[in-house]
């Protein structure tokens, strides 16, 4: 039987240099369900910036093993066959994290970001918190949590999961009714893999208000500049880009 690992990481910062000091996912699909959530240490100290986040501080992670040596990286390890199914809200980054620590995903892949943004165009972010309230996931959390024995902290990593769990089932429902007669978890594993073209206006830069396609005619060079120096640019927004410029 196919398992389902719902995952998510907490890391000293969000740059190439920073690494994991945090990993917690729950395994669906078996006669119980499996909990991990563990703290590892790091060679790379935790940014201020990202303790105001998670609130892991350095003598939390003091003595602790590196990531490749807890239990749970190692259960993750042996979950890893093309089998089963890794979930995670925003998927290239905590991949990108746990390929440093050397693990490498086989799994087929739902990344309930990109999913979100495929189901819910109208909707203004598709941030995991952001969705956890403007889908009213929130009023029933408190009893999934209890249910799984998980204690409630926003962006802590078990409680980022246990939300991730209830977005994945009301993304379930969504695709479900989007396209019916078709199985709703390959049809994620699918809009996982297909880019989401932005259409919406851009919200920063001197260029604010005005959508990707419109600077295509008027600005082509900024785009390009864009693709060149924004580090931090999702691979959606650089597929429109290359879209709008006729790539």
Known sequence: MAKYIILDTETTGASEKDRVIQLGYIVLGGAEVEVYNELCSAEVPIEIGAMEVHNITPDMI????????????????????????????????????????????????IDTLRVAKHLLPDSDYHRLQYLRYSLELYKTEKAEADKLGIELKAHDAL??????????????????????????????????????????????GKHKGKTIQELAHSEAGY??????????????????????LGR
């Open 223 to 244: 785009l390009d500049w864009m693709l060149k120096n924004m580090q931090n640019l999702d691979e959606d927004t650089k597929y429109t880009i290359n879209l709008a």
């Open 62 to 109: 003091e003595g602790k093993p590196s990531c490749p040596e807890l239990p749970a990286y190692q259960r993750l390890e042996a979950l890893n066959t093309p089998d089963n199914y890794m979930i995670i809200h925003n998927a290239p980054f905590d991949l990108g994290m746990l390929k440093k620590e050397g693990f490498n995903s086989q799994m087929k892949l």
């Open 159 to 204: 409680g980022d999961v246990l939300f991730l769990k209830m977005l994945l089932s009301k993304l379930r429902v969504l695709c479900k009714e989007k396209f019916p007669g078709e199985n709703e978890v390959e049809k994620m594993v699918a809009l996982t893999a297909t880019p989401v073209l932005i259409t919406k206006p851009m919200r920063f």
